[in-house]
C-alpha cells in the first residue's frame, strides 16, 4: 500500500492550498484515514480526519479554515485549506487506518509534503 501526497508548496498568508493524497488501494478498505503535520522542532500531531462513514473532526487550530474529504473512486484524500497562516507552515502527512482490528504497526503514512506560508 502506498499514500502519496502531493499539493505543498509557498504560499502567503491568506492564502489556499489543496493538499492530495493518492492510495494505491481502493481507499473504502480503511476505517479512518487523516491528515497530520510536523512544524519544525514538534511532534506530529492529527489535524483533520475522515471517518469511512463522512464523519469529519478538526483539530481546533484549523477548525473553520480546513476541510477534509475523500473520493472513494479516485482512491484519494484531499486537505482543502484556506486562510493560511505563517503558522501552519508544516510538513504535512497523510494516514490511514485499515478496517478490523489493527496494530499502530499496521498504520500507513504517505511521505510528507512540505507547506511554508510567508510573505
Request: proline share 3%; charged share 20%.
Amino acid at each position: 500500500v502506498q499514500l502519496q501526497a502531493s499539493g505543498g508548496g509557498l504560499v502567503q498568508p491568506g492564502g489556499s492550498l489543496r493538499l492530495s493524497c493518492t492510495v494505491s488501494v481502493n481507499i473504502s478498505s480503511f476505517s479512518r484515514m487523516g491528515w497530520y503535520r510536523q512544524a519544525p522542532g514538534k511532534e506530529r500531531d492529527l489535524i483533520a480526519r475522515i471517518l469511512i462513514g463522512g464523519a469529519t473532526a478538526y483539530d481546533d487550530s484549523v477548525r473553520s479554515r480546513f476541510a477534509i474529504s475523500r473520493d472513494n473512486a479516485k482512491n484519494t484524500l484531499y486537505l482543502q485549506m484556506n486562510d493560511l497562516k505563517p503558522e501552519d507552515t508544516a510538513v504535512y502527512y497523510c494516514h490511514a487506518i485499515p478496517k478490523g482490528f489493527v496494530t499502530v504497526a499496521e498504520h500507513y503514512w504517505g511521505r510528507g509534503t512540505l507547506v511554508t506560508v510567508s510573505s
